[in-house]
């Protein structure tokens, strides 16, 4: 049974069409990628999905239920981008009443340790750092032991090393059979630990698969050569460049074309030909909605 099943979602806002039309199939135990830029009905799109937001037009199911069924069988967790935690609560306290509340939960030991907050239960959530808080967020999606998490922008406030753990718990989490839904713009979290990816703009789906077959989309490629004093957005097929460590890193669309005009100029000083990184298909998925 797929875990998520959307069919010609919508919403709009006023006369902003946020979301178009998305049809879209997670079998169980994936853990899915889904990117696009700020207003292309991420945010939107997980809200229908939950059943926290009605769809204009469309239909949701999870595990073959209706979001509320399926959140009241205690089958879907979430983890908002932000949200406000109970005052003058402790991280303990919160943890132990949404213990109660599921039918299987793992016990509160276990979702401390998992959301790297062991030594904390006692602290209030005013005490709690922006990281802290966030990790406060996931331990509280993942106690019922959900077997579909969604996760919005969920390491927007950690630092790296905390990114790292949080993904190594979830990698965890997934192992055991179940499925992931997260939305990110950090595009190298996606790329490593997502089976699939999703890439929406403008309310509309403009890839879905493994993040290889997302790069094979597009024709960009990485041209890079040592660097020297020139212009190099002047080149046939650039649409971006930046310098790293004495290296001008071209993207290009033409790469036959920008090595053949990097020869003709004198510029051909230990060339380098690479093929598209999820970043730069991403950003030339996106441009072709502009």
């Given at each position: 049974?797929n875990?998520?099943?959307l069919?010609?979602?919508?919403y709009?806002?006023?006369?902003v069409r946020?979301?178009d039309?998305i049809?879209?199939t997670?079998?169980?135990g994936?853990v899915?990628?889904?990117l696009?830029?700020n207003?292309a009905?991420?945010?939107t799109?997980l809200?229908?999905?939950?059943?926290l937001?009605?769809?204009?037009t469309?239909?949701?199911?999870?595990?073959?239920r209706?979001?509320?069924a399926?959140?009241?069988?205690?089958?879907v967790?979430a983890?908002p981008?932000a949200?406000g935690?109970?005052?003058?609560s402790?991280v303990g306290?919160?943890?132990?009443?949404?213990h109660k509340?599921?039918?299987?939960p793992?016990?509160?030991?276990?979702a401390l340790d998992?959301?790297?907050l062991?030594?904390l239960?006692?602290r209030?959530?005013?005490?709690?750092s922006g990281?802290?808080?966030?990790r406060?967020?996931?331990?509280m999606a993942?106690?019922?032991?959900?077997?579909?998490l969604v996760?919005d922008?969920?390491t927007?406030a950690?630092?790296?090393?905390?990114?790292r753990?949080?993904?190594?718990?979830?990698?965890?989490y997934a192992s055991?059979?179940?499925t992931?839904?997260?939305s990110?713009?950090?595009l190298?979290?996606?790329?490593a630990n997502?089976?699939?990816i999703?890439?929406?703009?403008?309310?509309?789906?403009l890839?879905?698969?493994?993040?290889?077959e997302?790069?094979r989309?597009?024709?960009?490629?990485t041209?890079s050569?040592q660097?020297q004093d020139?212009?190099y957005s002047?080149?046939?097929g650039?649409?971006a460049?930046?310098?790293k460590d004495?290296?001008?890193v071209l993207t290009?669309t033409?790469?036959?074309a920008?090595v053949?005009?990097?020869?003709e100029?004198g510029?051909l000083?230990d060339?380098?030909v690479?093929?598209?990184g999820?970043e730069d298909a991403?950003?030339?998925?996106?441009?072709?909605?502009?």
């Open positions: 049974m875990a998520v099943d069919e010609n979602l919508s709009t806002y006023g006369n946020a979301v039309d049809t879209l997670v079998p169980a994936e899915v990628a889904v696009g830029p207003g009905g991420k945010s799109t809200l229908m999905l939950l059943g937001l009605p769809a204009r469309g239909r949701v199911r999870l595990f073959g209706t979001p509320q399926a959140a009241a069988a205690g089958q967790g983890m981008q949200g935690l109970l005052p003058r402790t306290d919160l943890l132990t009443f949404l509340v599921y039918p299987k793992m016990p509160v030991a276990e998992l959301a790297d062991t030594g239960a006692g209030t959530v005013e005490r709690l990281g802290q808080a966030q406060l967020r996931f331990a993942v106690i019922g032991r959900p077997d579909l996760l922008e969920p927007a950690l630092d790296v090393e905390a990114r753990a949080f993904w190594t718990a979830i990698r965890h055991q059979g179940r992931v839904l997260f990110t713009h950090y190298e979290e996606a790329d997502a089976d699939r999703v890439v929406l703009d403008r309310g509309r789906v890839a879905d698969g493994t993040a290889a997302v790069k989309r597009v024709t960009v490629r041209v050569v660097h020139q212009d002047v080149l046939p650039v649409v460049f930046a310098v004495g290296r001008a290009s033409d790469s036959d920008t053949l005009a990097l020869a100029a510029l000083r060339l380098e690479a093929g598209a999820l991403y950003l030339a998925l996106t441009r072709l909605e502009v």
